[in-house]
């Protein structure tokens, strides 16, 4: 348990849409130990207290983006694997201007704007 937080790092869950963003997670996480990791479709039928969903992507490669944004799916699966927190690490204005993840933006620019508590 990490009593600094109390959060078992076994309820974190570090996800991304991009295979090749996923397996940098994991080859970090062997320093985080009990913190899982891997693609939003590796996650599905998952949960964890808390979810950090790294975006990826390259400015260069917008198409990886509009992949990603294809369908729903991809959006909803990552956010509803998250129990109680739900973190979000990206180019907000590049993933915002993406079909189903400018309604995730908007949220999470809702909830920054929000009193703690």
């Known amino acids: 348990?990490?009593?600094?937080?109390?959060?078992?790092?076994?309820?974190i869950f570090?996800?991304?849409?991009?295979?090749?963003?996923?397996?940098?997670?994991?080859?970090?996480?062997?320093?985080?130990?009990?913190?899982?990791?891997?693609?939003v479709h590796t996650a599905q039928g998952k949960e964890a207290?808390?979810?950090?969903?790294?975006?990826?992507?390259?400015?260069a490669r917008p198409g990886a983006k509009h992949w990603a944004a294809r369908r729903p799916n991809l959006v909803n699966v990552a956010v509803s694997r998250a129990r109680r927190r739900l973190y979000a690490i990206g180019d907000l204005t590049a993933w915002s201007a993406c079909r189903y993840f400018d309604t995730l933006a908007a949220e999470l620019r809702d909830a920054a704007e929000r009193p703690a508590g």
């Open 1 to 11: 348990m990490c009593s600094r937080y109390d959060v078992d790092p076994r309820q």
């Open 49 to 59: 207290d808390i979810v950090v969903l790294v975006f990826g992507g390259s400015p």
């Open 14 to 39: 570090v996800i991304s849409p991009f295979r090749d963003v996923a397996n940098g997670i994991r080859a970090m996480l062997p320093e985080f130990p009990g913190i899982r990791g891997g693609t």
